[in-house]
């Protein structure tokens, strides 16, 4: 929703400037420059990088216009790492065996569904997990491979941002391109009367102005969106690395929680005694 009314300021402010210096609307109406400019961009993004990362643009977009991570995320996420860590200290790694194979059947895991839609974090709890339940590990060496793991992913993770971010970059560029098509389309017509003249520069320039407003008010926003997301999940996955290995130095399950809680920023944070209240009642 945030992106969203992000969008309306951005295009309502430049709309309404334009109409109160007497401007009319129907001039910015240029398919011509549009298909040149978006058409170029789409192309150049197609070129620049491999479908992978082309079809994770789009799933990325969409995360920002739905729900995500937010506040209740990281209290599921903690809850369910709570149940985890409980069957652990119960019962032993090994009894966590049906249900991170199979986590969409765990009666665990299916009790919460936010973290269980998020590919990314499940596959990081339960392929760790079934790495510790193979042999013991020292905390140090667990926390090591858990770092150049989530180094790895935000990497991975970051693709689709740097991709807007490049194209939107190069937008200005397009826009002058569609600009200076324009002017060679009113050469072409110079005989003409005078005021023809004057649509078809006005036209021309219209390319300018769609290539720096999609730059700076569409693409360079929605990578820093996409950026922020990833952020998000990678403290979410550090926050669930510092729970194991809390847990492998053998601290009580709640102080094992509470270590990954303090990685959280201050709008996801709960306070230890929220935390507490949150696992007493399971």
């Given at each position: 929703?945030?992106?969203?009314?992000?969008?309306?300021?951005?295009?309502?402010?430049?709309?309404?400037?334009?109409?109160?210096?007497?401007?009319?609307?129907?001039?910015?109406?240029?398919?011509?420059?549009?298909?040149?400019?978006?058409?170029?961009?789409m192309g150049a993004m197609v070129v620049a990088n491999p479908a992978y990362v082309l079809k994770n643009i789009l799933v990325r977009i969409k995360m920002l216009f739905g729900k995500s991570y937010?506040?209740?995320?990281?209290?599921?996420?903690?809850?369910?790492?709570?149940?985890?860590?409980?069957?652990?200290?119960?019962?032993?790694?090994?009894?966590?065996?049906?249900?991170?194979?199979?986590?969409?059947?765990?009666?665990?895991?299916?009790?919460?569904?936010?973290?269980?839609?998020?590919?990314?974090?499940?596959?990081?709890?339960?392929?760790?997990?079934?790495?510790?339940?193979?042999?013991?590990?020292?905390?140090?060496?667990?926390?090591?491979?858990?770092?150049?793991?989530?180094?790895?992913?935000?990497?991975?993770?970051?693709?689709?941002?740097?991709?807007?971010?490049?194209?939107?970059?190069?937008?200005?560029?397009?826009?002058?391109?569609?600009?200076?098509?324009?002017?060679?389309?009113?050469?072409?017509?110079?005989?003409?009367?005078?005021?023809?003249?004057?649509?078809?520069?006005?036209?021309?320039?219209?390319?300018?102005?769609?290539?720096?407003?999609?730059?700076?008010?569409?693409?360079?926003?929605?990578?820093?969106?996409?950026?922020?997301?990833?952020?998000?999940?990678i403290m979410g996955l550090r926050m669930v690395s510092a729970v194991l290995v809390a847990q492998v130095q053998g601290k009580p399950t709640i102080l094992a929680l509470d270590a990954g809680r303090?990685?959280?920023?201050?709008?996801?944070?709960?306070?230890?005694?929220?935390?507490?209240?949150?696992?007493?009642?399971?």
């Amino acid at each position: 929703m945030q992106v969203i009314i992000g969008f309306i300021i951005v295009f309502g402010c430049v709309l309404a400037g334009f109409l109160e210096a007497h401007g009319k609307v129907a001039a910015l109406w240029q398919p011509a420059e549009m298909i040149i400019i978006l058409g170029a961009a789409m192309g150049a993004m197609v070129v620049a990088n491999p479908a992978y990362v082309l079809k994770n643009i789009l799933v990325r977009i969409k995360m920002l216009f739905g729900k995500s991570y937010n506040k209740d995320f990281f209290k599921s996420l903690l809850e369910l790492m709570y149940e985890l860590l409980e069957v652990v200290r119960k019962d032993g790694i090994k009894k966590l065996d049906d249900h991170i194979e199979n986590p969409t059947g765990s009666d665990i895991f299916t009790r919460y569904p936010d973290v269980l839609k998020s590919n990314v974090m499940l596959a990081f709890i339960t392929d760790n997990l079934r790495m510790m339940a193979m042999g013991k590990m020292s905390h140090h060496d667990l926390e090591a491979a858990l770092d150049m793991e989530i180094e790895a992913l935000e990497e991975d993770l970051m693709r689709p941002s740097r991709a807007i971010g490049k194209t939107g970059e190069a937008m200005p560029g397009f826009g002058i391109v569609a600009a200076v098509l324009g002017i060679v389309v009113t050469m072409q017509n110079i005989g003409g009367p005078l005021t023809m003249i004057g649509v078809k520069v006005a036209a021309a320039l219209v390319g300018t102005f769609i290539g720096v407003l999609m730059s700076y008010g569409v693409f360079d926003p929605l990578s820093s969106s996409i950026a922020g997301l990833v952020h998000k999940e990678i403290m979410g996955l550090r926050m669930v690395s510092a729970v194991l290995v809390a847990q492998v130095q053998g601290k009580p399950t709640i102080l094992a929680l509470d270590a990954g809680r303090k990685l959280l920023h201050s709008e996801y944070k709960p306070t230890f005694v929220e935390m507490e209240g949150w696992m007493a009642r399971d």
